[in-house]
């Protein structure tokens, strides 16, 4: 007997009718979308009855870059995004120590641009807080670290400074290699970080995600129990499109790497690096950080390798993508575009709908090829929120010209390139409705898109960009999978970035679908259903449903 669940007395977000108020669902495909009226009459005793009252339904989120293994540790260990300077920083080390004398403190989220003082502490510091055990901080960016002796000790030796005075900070390979050897965790313990992080996403309305897993990063052993603990969930967690960020040279070894991780393998790439990040001053630039002159950053591929891995993987068949940060990244990408589609045309590129990660300066040649070649942008407006604007890290790393250009959404938009968003969690929370607000709010007036545009590249363009052969994933038909949040939100609006217009609207005769208003106080998740199964629920909204509706 087919499993039928009303929901009524709210808000649908739906483009099949502005003014519904209410959703059929049947054995996990969303059956009926309407008006109050019309839901009372279809109402039968086979059906279950959920009463919204008043809460909002709209399409779960999919989050277009994110790390399971590492967001689920974030949720466990030392978070030191709310530190402000060096001393508050060994201070937290200090009373994590404390709990636990002799374990290592792991530890990630400062921020040295967002501090009062922006001095690091030592190596030595940081092993007298932590009373000589090891200790492990990656920077909110996870592309350096500050590191005690211990750490120092068991992986490169730390030079020729003093025994105790080096500085505590790493990056770059050197950072790569003690990071592995600082998180090398059991497979339990990689197991209890995924299942939190996937159980974190779906109470924020999260039913889907691109995992961007790499050697870097976690390793193919910690991708085998992502993949182990997929297969035995089956529906019951959040979707996972499964990124793997390994250069390759040719179709056979593109097909042998993509045959190791089965069909949840999305594509070749992701975190696949062709430079670092602005935090760390890692990301590749076309001229020197204005707060480091002399530095303009890594390149970690060439424009050949880009162009060998994109024809190896279009000859194959596979999507691939590629992290660029910086201008100077971004032109070597562009460039190995240019190569690729002199060998295997431009069409067949398009075809295979390759990505571009993060894409945060982006110049008029390189959008030319991005466009030429159909690349997707895979973008985080969370990290302008953070970074953008007066003072900020962009403005400190580069000066106030460059920064300007940063993060150009709507002009990306405009062109003609897809744009799916995310959060590269753990470096920014997962919070989606803060990242459509970011849209509205971009430090370049220019890119800034509306909340609708935003909230479609945040769930109908992340499954597209992921490659999701689904009929309408990511909206709310009928014949759609009915893949949901439930939402508790104060108002209603229609949402735009221009305040020259009518940018606020709460009247729904304008046809427009709306959604929470973004600046009052946020919306609560109250349950999040992926194909009809419900992934979370709320207690607040325990006990809204009953069965059968005649009871």
Known sequence: MAHLVMYRNGSVYSPADPFATAMLVEDGTVAWVGQEAAAASLLDDRMDVVD??????????????????????????????????????????????????????????????RWDTPELPTAAQLSAAAGGAPVYLARADVHSALVSPAVLEAGIAPGTAAPGT???????????????????????TRRRYQRAALA????????????????????????????????????????????????????????AVAGAFGPRLAGLGGDLNIDGSLGSRTAALSHDYSDAPGESGTLMLDADQVARHLVACTEAGLQAAFHVIGDGAARVLAEGL???????????????????????????????????????ASMQPGFDARWGGPGGLYEQRLGPERATGM????????????????????VLPIDPWASVKACLELSDASSRISARAAFVASTRAGYRAAGVDVPFAGQLVPGAAATFAVWSASELMVQTPDSR????????????????????????CLRTVREGRILFESPAFQGAERVPHSQ
């Open 407 to 426: 993060n150009q959404i709507g002009r990306l938009l405009a062109a003609g390139v897809p744009v799916c968003l995310g959060s590269d969690a753990p």
């Open 501 to 524: 217009v009518a940018a606020w609207s709460t009247d729904a005769r304008a046809g427009t679908p709306m959604l929470p208003a973004l600046d009052d106080a946020a919306p609560e």
């Open 200 to 255: 974190h996403l779906a109470a924020r309305g999260v039913a889907g995600v691109a995992e961007m897993a790499a050697p870097q990063i976690s390793g193919a052993r910690d991708a085998e129990l992502l993949r182990e603990l997929l297969d035995a969930a089956g529906d019951d967690l959040p979707l996972v499109r499964l990124y793997w960020g390994e250069l390759v040279d040719s179709a056979e070894t593109a097909r």
């Open 338 to 376: 240019r190569i690729a589609m002199r060998q295997v045309g431009a069409e067949r590129l398009q075809a295979l709908r390759h990505r571009v990660e993060h894409a945060e300066m982006i110049d008029d040649d390189v959008l030319g090829s991005l466009l030429e070649a159909g690349f997707t």
């Open 52 to 113: 919204l009252r008043g809460a909002l339904i709209a399409p779960a989120f999919f989050d277009s870059h994110v790390h399971l293994t590492e967001l689920g540790a974030s949720l466990e260990q030392l978070d030191l995004s709310a530190v402000r300077d060096a001393a508050g920083l060994l201070a937290a080390v200090r009373a994590q120590a404390a709990t636990a004398p002799g374990e290592p403190v792991l530890g990630a989220g400062w921020d040295e641009s």
């Open 166 to 188: 080096e500085s505590a900070h790493v990056a770059g390979e050197r950072h790569a290699e003690l990071r592995r050897r600082a998180l090398d965790y059991d497979d339990d």
